[in-house]
């Protein structure tokens, strides 16, 4: 066996124990970790493909920012176990379950359903970000955009969310 | 080949770097302490050898021979992760760090400049989960604080870092270091480097910026519940994180192993090194220097500076940047 396979079987190993870890930890700051442990284990394996663009935009952003706003809001309304909470229903997981097993028949369809692999040229220079931006930036530069307005959405409703109605905060002063 | 090529030598020199980053540690302790008391018009540490000189020695055997304490009420798992976790950033960040002409710490990787970011975005963990973990009102208060104060100071330093990479235009730090810049490209990064380091300071959680700790209201904050050998990781973590952070300020704003006008440019595969010390070593003078001048601020403005004043002025730095780099490279 290659170094490469053995050191994919021992990192793809960890990828997917940390990732049944995140959905049966009864804590959930012990999730939020196997998840951090788990996008580490991502970003190595990008690395071995050569991605090390990939690879450190998936540190910066889902460990660097993703699981500390998670940890965040853990420790604002506090940690125990979900079962404890007023307004739980016992349905919950069950429907996560259903919503799982759906998202994985979509994905294994698409996956079933794509041609086979045709190798992009700028993918094996993937590590270069200078190829990587031409690629993003002229072949699909509406999905960009598209993405830009999404996000600009979501800035607009935590704002909405976050403002006080402006005539409790005269009444005060 | 493979083995030694991907293993064993990254290995080594991992190890030598560790062991002069610790050493670093714990003479840069008897520095800031001699430093301090100098400020104070104080003598300092002058027991232990010659001007204090064994002081650090016995400030870790100390810390190594006290009795490992694990309070009954804390999650124990995280508990003992999360020291370790704030100390390894501090450290693996050396990784890209160029030490000499040709010669990076461990490796020239094409992302340096994102492997900088990506690290100082989960630096914040180790204390963060230090807080939780002892389960303890003080230390969440610490810990949701520094989170708090990391993700918005990130905001302003990223800016930053992106305006460095544009006027650099490559990712490397091996590369950035020896093309050189400009003479208006010294001065436009010069001008930014205050704000910078005000950044910085607030990511390393130093004073004046050290709100997650402050004892006073906090009782030590995220570390309270810490003792012994652990807590000595926390120390070491924010010491390393000092050198760390100055050796990243020296390569991006001051040349990092190389002399000004190219002096001496033959010997610097020998000489890197030092020189790259030197200025590390003067960039620490500037953050005690801080310590010793400066008061905290309150919390709420602290976060109003990052929101309101430096946020803003490093997007309007990076704009400029950005035309500057278009209509004058």
Same mark, same amino acid.
């Given at each position: 066996m290659s170094f490469e396979m053995i050191f994919f079987i021992l990192v793809g190993a960890l990828s997917v124990g940390t990732a049944v870890g995140v959905v049966t930890s009864r804590i959930a700051v012990h999730s939020a970790l196997f998840l951090l442990v788990h996008f580490a284990t991502l970003a190595i394996l990008y690395v071995t493909l050569n991605a090390q663009f990939l690879a450190a935009a998936q540190i910066i952003v889902y460990a660097g920012g993703i699981v500390i706003l998670i940890l965040f809001v853990i420790m604002l309304i506090g940690s125990?176990?979900?079962?404890? @909470?007023?307004?739980? @229903?016992?349905w919950v997981p069950y429907a996560g379950l259903a919503l799982g097993v759906v998202m994985l028949a979509g994905m294994a369809l698409t996956v079933l359903q794509m041609p086979p692999a045709t190798i992009n040229p700028a993918a094996n220079e993937g590590g270069v970000p200078i190829v990587l931006g031409v690629e993003i930036y002229s072949q699909n530069i509406l999905l960009v955009e598209l993405a830009a307005v999404l996000l600009l959405v979501a800035l607009l409703g935590a704002l909405l969310l976050a403002r006080r109605p402006k005539t409790e905060e005269t009444s005060i002063s | 080949m493979d083995w030694l090529n991907l293993i064993i030598i990254p290995t080594i020199r991992s190890l030598v770097l560790i062991v002069v980053l610790l050493t670093g540690f714990a003479y840069l302790t008897w520095y800031e302490r001699k430093l301090l008391a100098r400020f104070h018009v104080r003598i300092g540490p002058?027991?232990?050898?010659p001007r204090g000189l064994l002081q650090p020695i016995a400030d870790a055997v100390k810390a190594v021979f006290k009795e490992e304490i694990i309070p009954g009420h804390v999650d124990k798992m995280v508990y003992l992760i999360a020291p370790a976790l704030a100390l390894v950033p501090a450290l693996i960040i050396?990784?890209?760090? =160029?030490?000499g002409k040709g010669f990076p710490a461990v490796a020239d990787v094409p992302i340096g400049f994102l492997w900088i970011l990506a690290v100082a975005g989960i630096e914040s963990y180790g204390v963060i989960l230090a807080g939780w973990s002892s389960n303890n009102n003080y230390s969440l208060l610490g810990a949701l604080r520094s989170s708090a104060q990391m993700i918005s100071y990130e905001l302003p330093l990223g800016f930053f870092l992106l305006s460095i990479l544009l006027l650099a235009g490559d990712f490397s730090l091996v590369n950035l270091v020896e093309s050189g810049r400009q003479w208006w490209e010294w001065l436009w990064l010069w001008l930014m480097f205050p704000l910078f380091f005000i950044c910085i300071l607030a990511e390393t959680n130093?004073? =004046?910026?050290d709100l997650p700790e402050t004892e006073n209201e906090l009782?030590?904050?995220?570390?309270?519940?810490y003792g012994g050998i652990k807590f000595a990781l926390f120390f070491m973590a924010e010491y390393i994180n000092m050198i760390t952070t100055s050796a990243i300020m020296a390569t991006l704003?001051?040349?990092?192993?190389a002399l000004p006008f190219g002096i001496g440019s033959d010997f610097l595969p020998i000489l890197g090194p030092f020189i790259l010390a030197g200025k590390i070593i003067v960039l620490l003078f500037l953050f005690i220097w801080v310590r010793a001048s400066l008061g905290r601020p309150r919390y709420d403005q602290l976060m109003g500076f990052a929101w309101r004043t430096l946020l803003p002025i490093s997007l309007v730095y990076m704009i400029i940047t950005a035309l500057l780099t278009v209509f004058f490279k």
């Open positions: 125990a176990p979900l079962e404890t @909470r007023a307004g739980y @229903r016992s | 002058n027991r232990a050898g050396w990784a890209v760090i =160029p030490l130093r004073s =004046p910026f009782v030590a904050g995220f570390q309270t519940e704003f001051f040349g990092g192993y």
